[in-house]
C-alpha cells in the first residue's frame, strides 16, 4: 500500500514538473508570439504605417533594464531567457520596418542618429542606428549598475523602472490609433495575443511569488490591452458609419 502511494506521489511529482516546464517555456517565448502576425501584416502590405515602433523602444529599454535587475536580485532565470528572446523579437521588427520604410521611401533625405535631431528620435532611417542606440543605453546602464549594485534601494528601483516601462507597452500604439482615427495596419491578432499573455504572466507571477512589480506591471498591461480592443470595436463602427 506504501508502495502504491509513494508511487502516485512521484507520478504526481513528475507531472508536475513537466506543467511547471512548460509555462516556463511558454514565459520564455510566448511573449515574442504576438509579434508574428504583427510581422506577416507588414510583410505583405509592405508598410508599416499602422504599427508604432515605439513599442519596440519601450520593450527594448524594459528588457535591457530587467536583465541588470537580474544581476542586482536574482529572481526566476525563466524571465531573464524571456528578456533575451524579447530583445531579440523587437530587433526583427525594427530590421523589418527599416527595410519596408526605406523601400517606400520617396525622398533620398535619410534621418540617422548621428545629426542628434530630437524631433526624429526612433525615427532613424538605418536600421544601425537603433543597434547603436541600444548598445549605448546597454553600456550606460552597465556602468551605473557596476557603481551602485550594493544599493538595494537602486536594485529596487531598477526593477520598478523596468516593469514601468514594461506596463507601457501598448501605450504607443494605443496613442497611434489615437491620433490616426484608425486601427489599420495593426494586426489585431497581436492585441489579442497581448492579451491573452498578459493573463497568463500575470497568473504566473502571482503563483510563482514573483517581485511585486511583474504583477503589478502586468495588471497595468492587461487594462491597455482591452483600451486597444475597444478602439477596434469603436473606429470599425465609426468607417462603417461614414462609409454608409
Same mark, same amino acid.
Given at each position: 500500500? *506504501?508502495? &502504491?502511494?509513494?508511487?502516485?506521489?512521484?507520478?504526481?511529482?513528475?507531472?508536475?514538473?513537466?506543467?511547471?516546464?512548460?509555462?516556463?517555456?511558454?514565459?520564455?517565448?510566448?511573449?515574442?508570439?504576438?509579434?508574428?502576425?504583427?510581422?506577416?501584416?507588414?510583410?505583405?502590405?509592405?508598410?508599416?504605417?499602422?504599427?508604432?515602433?515605439?513599442?519596440?523602444?519601450?520593450?527594448?529599454?524594459?528588457?535591457?533594464?530587467?536583465?541588470?535587475?537580474?544581476?542586482?536580485?536574482?529572481?526566476?532565470?525563466?524571465?531573464?531567457?524571456?528578456?533575451?528572446? #524579447?530583445?531579440?523579437? #523587437? %530587433?526583427?521588427?525594427?530590421?523589418?520596418?527599416?527595410?519596408?520604410?526605406?523601400?517606400?521611401?520617396?525622398?533620398?533625405?535619410?534621418?540617422?542618429?548621428?545629426?542628434?535631431?530630437?524631433?526624429?528620435?526612433?525615427?532613424?532611417?538605418?536600421?544601425? *542606428?537603433?543597434?547603436?542606440?541600444?548598445?549605448?543605453?546597454?553600456?550606460?546602464?552597465?556602468?551605473?549598475?557596476?557603481?551602485?549594485?550594493?544599493?538595494?534601494?537602486?536594485?529596487?528601483?531598477?526593477?520598478?523602472?523596468?516593469?514601468? %516601462?514594461?506596463?507601457?507597452?501598448?501605450?504607443?500604439?494605443?496613442?497611434?490609433?489615437?491620433?490616426?482615427?484608425?486601427?489599420?495596419? #495593426?494586426?489585431?491578432?497581436?492585441?489579442?495575443?497581448?492579451?491573452?499573455? *498578459?493573463?497568463?504572466?500575470?497568473?504566473?507571477?502571482? #503563483?510563482? &511569488?514573483?517581485?511585486? @512589480?511583474?504583477?503589478?506591471?502586468?495588471?497595468?498591461?492587461?487594462?491597455? *490591452?482591452?483600451?486597444?480592443?475597444? @478602439?477596434?470595436? %469603436?473606429?470599425?463602427?465609426?468607417?462603417?458609419?461614414?462609409?454608409?
Amino acid at each position: 500500500m *506504501d508502495a &502504491e502511494v509513494l508511487l502516485q506521489e512521484e507520478d504526481m511529482e513528475g507531472s508536475w514538473m513537466l506543467l511547471s516546464w512548460l509555462a516556463s517555456c511558454i514565459m520564455v517565448f510566448g511573449g515574442a508570439l504576438p509579434y508574428v502576425p504583427q510581422y506577416q501584416e507588414i510583410h505583405r502590405s509592405s508598410t508599416s504605417e499602422g504599427f508604432s515602433t515605439r513599442i519596440c523602444l519601450v520593450l527594448l529599454i524594459a528588457n535591457i533594464l530587467r536583465i541588470f535587475f537580474w544581476i542586482g536580485k536574482q529572481f526566476e532565470l525563466t524571465l531573464l531567457l524571456q528578456s533575451v528572446v #524579447m530583445i531579440l523579437t #523587437m %530587433f526583427a521588427m525594427l530590421h523589418l520596418c527599416c527595410t519596408v520604410q526605406n523601400a517606400n521611401r520617396v525622398s533620398t533625405k535619410q534621418h540617422r542618429l548621428s545629426e542628434l535631431d530630437f524631433r526624429y528620435f526612433w525615427k532613424w532611417s538605418a536600421f544601425e *542606428d537603433y543597434l547603436l542606440f541600444c548598445f549605448g543605453f546597454t553600456v550606460l546602464c552597465a556602468v551605473v549598475t557596476l557603481l551602485l549594485l550594493d544599493s538595494a534601494l537602486f536594485v529596487e528601483t531598477l526593477g520598478s523602472l523596468a516593469v514601468m %516601462f514594461e506596463a507601457m507597452l501598448g501605450l504607443p500604439q494605443l496613442l497611434q490609433n489615437f491620433d490616426n482615427h484608425s486601427t489599420k495596419g #495593426m494586426s489585431v491578432k497581436m492585441v489579442l495575443l497581448w492579451m491573452a499573455g *498578459d493573463v497568463f504572466k500575470t497568473t504566473y507571477f502571482v #503563483m510563482n &511569488e514573483s517581485p511585486t @512589480q511583474f504583477w503589478v506591471c502586468g495588471s497595468a498591461q492587461i487594462l491597455i *490591452d482591452v483600451a486597444i480592443l475597444l @478602439q477596434v470595436v %469603436f473606429y470599425s463602427q465609426d468607417t462603417r458609419a461614414k462609409l454608409g
